[in-house]
C-alpha cells in the first residue's frame, strides 16, 4: 500500500508572500528580543568571548580600542551576533513552517531530525572552537612574536577574527548534513562517497587553508574534524539508503 502524499491544499500566490512575510517578521522579532534582553549584558559577552586571549595576555598587557566608537559598537555587535545565535532554533522553525506543507510524509520523517541536528551541529562547531581551537591557536600566537613587541590586541579586530572562526567551524560541522542530503536526493550514493575519500580529505586541508588563520594548528584543527564529521556523514547515509529500499521494497 503506498504513502499517503501531503493533503494540503496548495494556496494562491498571495497567501504564500503573506505567510512567508509574517513567518520573517516573526524570527526579526524573536532576534529582537534576544537582543533586548542581552544588550544590558553586552560588556559581559564580551569578556567571555575575549576570555582565551586575554589570560593569554603577557602580564600587564591589555586588549585596546583604536577607534572612538569601539567600547560601545563592539559589545553591540557581538551582543547582535548573540541574539541571532541563540533565536536560531526559533528562526529555524518558522522556515519549516512555511516549507512543511508541501513537503510528503516521508520527507518530513527525514526533514525533521536533519534539521534538528544542523542546528546541534552549528552549536557543537561554535563551541569547539571557542573551547578547543581558540586556547590552542592564541597560545600559538602569543608566544612565537618578537620578544620586544609588546601584544595589544584592538578589541574590534578580535571581535572580526573570532566570528570567522565561529561561522567556519560552525558550517563545517554541517558536512554530515551536506552528506546526507546529497545521498538522500539521489546526488550520489555512499559507495560513491567513499571512494573519493582521499580527494575529500584533501578538500578539508584546503578549505581548512581558506578559511583558517595562516598557521598549521587552526588549519588541522578545522580539517581533522571535517573529515571524521564527512565519515560520520557517509555512515548514516547508509542508512538513509538502507530505509529508502525498504520502503520500496
Not at 510524509?105 to 562547531?125: D, N, Q, T, W
Not at 572552537?129 to 595589544?152: E, H, K, Q, R
Request: overall charge negative; some cysteine; glycine content about 6%.
Amino acid at each position: 500500500m503506498s504513502e499517503p502524499e501531503s493533503t494540503d491544499q496548495p494556496l494562491p500566490l498571495v497567501a504564500h508572500l503573506t505567510e512567508l512575510r509574517d513567518r520573517l517578521l516573526r524570527a526579526l522579532l524573536a532576534v529582537l528580543i534576544v537582543f533586548i534582553g542581552l544588550f544590558p549584558f553586552a560588556n559581559e559577552i564580551y569578556t567571555f568571548v575575549s576570555e582565551p586571549l586575554r589570560e593569554l595576555l603577557p602580564p600587564g598587557a591589555t586588549m585596546i580600542a583604536t577607534e572612538v566608537a569601539s567600547p560601545f559598537l563592539t559589545p553591540f555587535k557581538l551582543t547582535l551576533f548573540a541574539a541571532v545565535f541563540l533565536a536560531i532554533p526559533y528562526v529555524l522553525y518558522q522556515v519549516w513552517s512555511f516549507i512543511a506543507p508541501g513537503m510528503y510524509r516521508h520527507e518530513k520523517k527525514l526533514a525533521i531530525p536533519l534539521l534538528v541536528s544542523s542546528v546541534a551541529l552549528f552549536y557543537a562547531g561554535a563551541a569547539f572552537a571557542y573551547f578547543a581551537v581558540f586556547p590552542l591557536i592564541f597560545a600559538f600566537f602569543t608566544s612565537t612574536g618578537p620578544a620586544d613587541i609588546a601584544i595589544m590586541t584592538d578589541i574590534n579586530s578580535y571581535l572580526d577574527f573570532v566570528l570567522k572562526l565561529f561561522f567556519a567551524f560552525g558550517l563545517a560541522f554541517e558536512i554530515p548534513i551536506a552528506a546526507v542530503l546529497l545521498i538522500w536526493t539521489g546526488i550520489t550514493t555512499p559507495e560513491s562517497l567513499a571512494k573519493k575519500r582521499p580527494y575529500i580529505i584533501v578538500g578539508c586541508f584546503v578549505v581548512g587553508m581558506l578559511l583558517t588563520p595562516p598557521d598549521v594548528i587552526s588549519q588541522a584543527l578545522l580539517a581533522i574534524p571535517m573529515w571524521l564529521l564527512f565519515e560520520l556523514g557517509v555512515y548514516f547515509g547508509r542508512f538513509v539508503t538502507r530505509n529508502r529500499k525498504d520502503e520500496g521494497g
